[in-house]
């Protein structure tokens, strides 16, 4: 140059670039983490929100539970010396029902407060049990007639009591019982109700129990089976179930006016007979909670239904973070391309501010996401940052064909980032085909370019 400075060379002006990308990684990930703790208040809102209404419910049973007594020996120490010692001890014989058919009507509703929701729901669960009482408990080591079959009790299992309504039926061989809170079973906690019955008949004869109760919860609704045969059908008009868990249903059919699936279950495939002395052996976990995080694998044993919102609109946020740098490393090409090949010098202060709007854009697309969703956001957060940035391109390299250009390439990025996180499983594919399209563009555009640049001439 005449005034003797000496010029930027061309892979100042790169190594300028990348520095401040680099720095941008800052704030970008400041973006991610705000992301996460909007997230967690998410989380938290909504339980809070489900709080008292019953949570994610896990039905058990029915199960009969016979009384009998039986003599423990065992050998203790006293005064060094073994000695044996014969007791009576109450245990208990538990029988599953040969055949259990089971209905579940799931009647969901969304609640909100302020700008969070959670789905709750209320179940409605009939069934019909047969129970027959098998020749070989000897096997088992309980004699038959040590059975008090007078002092039987019929246990239904719920995970979350809290949920169950008043209403209840329960009949057993055609006579009304009355339900009583505790005495679950071990699949739910041992948390539930039961009633007491005469189960006498079970010596000669099988015992048909039906019931039919009533119970709310909030995003899951499980089944721990037992029987010989289960037969669980489960109809809701919510249009986006997730089935889960250890079984999945034999027959589904989703639609926009909800679903219905019908699972089918042999005490085979959970590798339980139909009568043992503790249901601890059948233990099983309480479905997760979607809204407190952790793993959501259901247990093995179980069929887990979960009512889920068709759109995480935090997890789409945060995919979309992660893209950031993306969006930043094309448009800083862009005005690399402008300054080296054009001579549009461009100084790190614009490189800068101009980066500072591309961050901005996941803080408004996360703000305006929570109160209208993330489609509307995600138009009005692009559309705002494309005029920003276009207006101030227009400045920075002094001509509106140039701003132009930033407009098109940002309204591309912005199109294929919403792709992108539409189709998830093609999303790699597609970045590295745009990579590989920037790096072919970038080297087309700079073959003839010397990066180590030159020194100007200073005058004599």
């Known amino acids: 140059m005449s005034d003797g400075v000496t010029e930027r060379s061309h892979a100042t002006k790169l190594l300028l670039a990348l520095l401040v990308a680099g720095l941008l990684s800052i704030p970008l990930f400041a973006v991610y983490l705000l992301v996460y703790d909007r997230q967690n208040q998410s989380e938290t809102a909504r339980t809070s929100i489900s709080e008292g209404w019953g949570g994610p419910q896990t039905l058990a049973g029915p199960l009969i539970a016979i009384p009998y007594d039986a ?7 006293e005064n060094g ?25 799931v009647k969901p509703e969304r609640r909100k407060r302020s700008i969070y929701e959670a789905v709750v729901y209320d179940a409605e669960v009939s069934g019909r049990a047969e129970f027959r009482l098998p020749a070989d408990t000897a096997r088992l080591g309980v004699d038959v007639a040590t059975l008090q079959f007078d002092k039987a009790e019929l246990r239904f299992g719920v995970a979350d009591p809290r949920g169950l309504k008043p209403a209840n039926r329960i009949t057993v061989d055609g006579r009304a019982m009355a339900a009583q809170p505790g005495n679950g079973l071990a699949a739910t906690g041992n948390s539930g109700f039961f009633t ?27 089944l721990a089976p037992r029987a010989g045969a289960t037969r669980w059908t489960i109809t809701s008009p919510w249009q986006h179930p997730s089935f889960t868990g250890g079984f ?21 495939a959970l590798g339980t007979t139909l ?4 249901d601890a052996a059948v233990e099983l976990r309480a479905p997760q909670d979607p809204y407190r995080g952790g793993s959501q694998a259901a247990p093995t044993s179980e069929a887990q239904v979960g009512l889920i919102q068709p759109v995480d609109l935090y997890s789409q946020v945060n995919r979309s973070v992660k893209y950031g740098f993306l969006f930043i490393g094309f448009t800083f090409m862009a005005f690399l391309m402008f300054d080296v090949v054009a001579g549009v010098r461009v100084s790190a202060v614009e490189y800068l501010l101009v980066g500072a709007g591309l961050v901005l854009f996941f803080v408004l697309l996360l703000a305006f996401a929570e109160v209208a969703g993330f489609t509307p956001a995600y138009l009005v957060a692009g559309g705002g940052i494309i005029a920003l940035l276009t207006a101030y391109s227009a400045a920075v390299l002094k001509s509106r064909r140039r701003a132009g250009f930033i407009a098109a390439l940002l309204i591309a990025l912005y199109g294929v ?7 998830e499983a093609y999303s790699l594919l597609i970045g590295s085909l745009l990579l590989f399209a920037a790096l072919a563009a970038v080297m087309y555009l700079t073959r003839n370019l010397e990066w180590g640049g030159r020194r100007a001439a200073t005058p004599a």
């Open 71 to 77: 003599q423990v020996t065992e050998t203790v120490q």
């Open 81 to 105: 010396k073994p000695v044996t010692r014969t007791s009576v001890q109450r245990r208990e014989l538990f029988v599953a029902p040969a055949d259990l058919n089971l209905d579940t009507k």
């Open 196 to 222: 007491g019955i005469d189960a006498t008949p079970l010596k000669e004869r099988a015992i048909v129990a039906e019931f039919s109760f009533a119970l709310r919860g909030h995003s899951v609704i499980a």
């Open 248 to 268: 999945l249903p034999e027959s589904r059919d989703v639609t926009a006016d909800g679903f219905t699936a019908t699972y089918k279950i042999s005490n085979l």
């Open 275 to 278: 009568v043992t002395t503790s």
């Open 417 to 423: 980032l919403y792709v992108l996180l539409s189709l």
